[in-house]
């Protein structure tokens, strides 16, 4: 296997691996909270925190505790586990420190838990046989990834917000739209550089 530099993670999972545009994990909260930039970039902060450190977290209980255990069939519990437990701490870190954040994010906060983009990064870290190092950078990159989708749909939803659309494709309808519209953008990075 070819060992692939960290560097070449990060930038692979923002451009031409990024979570929302080629592989479409983490959509309910992408279409749901993409309407305002402020809100849409908090939530990508929150999601990019509890990706990079979710997929150190569960590299180290995967390879520490289930392999020698020879218990991997359990990670997704434990991954889900793990992954909740750390967005209840920063829930109640956002909750306490940052309360009109809070209150803006509401309940797509706590759903951060369910979203499949950060099960998703733990599943591929292990699938791709990450080290510890790629580990971190594809988590990073992958919520810088997420960051960005999700800030430049809310852009152009601002945007479009005065536009005449067609009755039956306001909402989620012009959203899904305009999330292949980017993907199909984004799959020009591809040439650049890629990772599988």
Request: a neutral charge; one cysteine or more; charged letters at 10%.
């Amino acid at each position: 296997m070819i060992e692939i530099h960290p560097l070449v993670i990060f930038f692979a999972s923002i451009f031409t691996n990024n979570m929302i545009l080629s592989n479409f994990l983490g959509m309910c909260s992408f279409i749901a909270v993409s309407s305002e930039i402020k809100t849409s970039l908090s939530l990508g902060q929150a999601v990019t925190f509890v990706l990079a450190t979710t997929s150190v977290l569960n590299y180290i209980v995967y390879y520490t505790i289930l392999v020698p255990l020879g218990l991997e069939y359990l990670r997704f519990i434990v991954f889900i586990i793990v992954i909740a437990a750390f967005v209840q701490l920063v829930e109640m870190i956002i909750e306490r420190y940052f309360e009109s954040l809070y209150y803006s994010l509401g309940i797509f906060l706590p759903l951060i838990t369910v979203n499949c983009a950060i099960l998703g990064v733990s599943l591929f870290m292990i699938i791709r046989e990450y080290n510890l190092i790629q580990s971190f950078a594809f988590g990073v990159g992958s919520g810088l990834g997420w960051t960005l989708a999700i800030v430049a749909m809310a852009g152009i939803r601002k945007k479009i917000m005065g536009a005449k659309i067609p009755k039956g494709l306001e909402g989620a309808g012009i959203t899904l739209i305009i999330t292949g519209i980017m993907a199909l953008a984004f799959l020009g990075f591809s040439g650049i550089v890629q990772i599988q």
